[in-house]
Structures are given as structure tokens and as C-alpha cells.
């Protein structure tokens, strides 16, 4: 009887073994990142950076050409226009919730608002929210997309919910060779009668 019961119990055991290596061996592997999934894992681990450049703003009551210096850490900005020689023509600090200009006058404006800020007191049309995003070549939440053979963005689209129409529109015209393309050298954003077009000559990132 003890004989028969410990080759039961040995049976069982083997019995249990055998089915915790067959449920192993049936686990799914997690699937593969695409190449546009590892590429916008990839753009947003870079946090903080500084991108440098010439910055063009047209619409038909004027048109602003400039230098410029965007330094972002996380959803916190700082943007800096110069002219060509280099003398500020304004300064822009902002995170989602809070902004503050100082003009070419050293006079400073605080709002809640980056872009309204911006608008009223420059006339200057710019989406500082989204572009913390755009700017590195990711779409913001709701954005509608376009990617190209190299399965970077190649075209986005704003929707606009609150009027159901579409907002900006941005063609990434190219696409930096000493970042390995990873990030954009050249952007084109137009929205009814405003203009902005970006020309980066210099990423800095960690």
C-alpha cells in the first residue's frame, strides 16, 4: 500500500511538472515594436533640449522674420527671437498653464494662455502648446497623420473640436541628418491666412 501510494504521489508530480512546462512554452511572446511605434518611443524619451534656427511669420497685416532659440524641458518653454544682429525681440517663458512675455522693451506680461499672450501682444500666430510637440516631429493628442516611406511624419492635421474644422497644418519638409533623421530640420505650418515656417540648423539634446 505505501508503495503503491508514494508512485501515485511521484506520478503526480511529474503529471503537474509536464503541465507547468507546456503553459510556459505557450506564453505569447509581447509583439514587436513597428518602426513608427519605436521611432515616437524614441522621440519622446528626449525631454530636454534646445533647438536653434530661423523662424518666418506671415500673415497679411505683417510679416516677422527672426533668429531663434527654443529651449524645453518636459512642458516647461523658453523661447528667445532675435533679429540678424542679434538684439532680443522678445522672450517667451510658458508651461500649460502659465506664460510670460517680455518685449523688446524689457516690459513683461503675464497670462494664462501662451498663444493668447503671444497674439494679442505681437500679433504673432503661434500654437506654443502643441508645437512642444510638434516641433520634434509627434503629433498631439486627437492630430490627425501622415507618415512617409521613412515612417517619420510627413503631414498633420489640428483638429479643431470646438469649431469642427481643421486648425493647423504642418508638412515636415525634412528631417535632420546630424540627429540620423530622427528629428526635423524643416517644417511648414499654415492655418486660413497664418504662415509659419521653421528652419532648424541646430538640435541640442540629451
Known sequence: MEFSMHRQLRL????????????????????????????????????????KGKVAFISPEQRVSANFVWQQEGDTLSLRLSNFLGATLLKLDATPTHAELVDND???????????????LTGIALPVDDMMFWIKGLPATGNDYQLGAD?????????????NKPGWQLDYVSYDANTASLLPSKIKMIKNDQKVNLVISQWIYE
Open 151 to 163: 515612417n517619420r511624419l510627413a503631414s498633420l492635421s489640428e483638429n479643431n473640436i470646438e469649431s
Open 106 to 120: 524689457g516690459k513683461r506680461y503675464i497670462g494664462k494662455n501662451a498663444d493668447k499672450l503671444l497674439k494679442s
Open 12 to 51: 503526480f508530480l511529474l503529471l503537474f511538472l509536464s503541465f507547468l512546462g507546456l503553459s510556459g512554452c505557450t506564453t505569447t511572446p509581447p509583439a514587436p515594436l513597428t518602426q513608427w511605434e519605436a521611432h515616437q518611443a524614441a522621440l519622446s524619451e528626449i525631454q530636454h533640449f534646445t533647438v
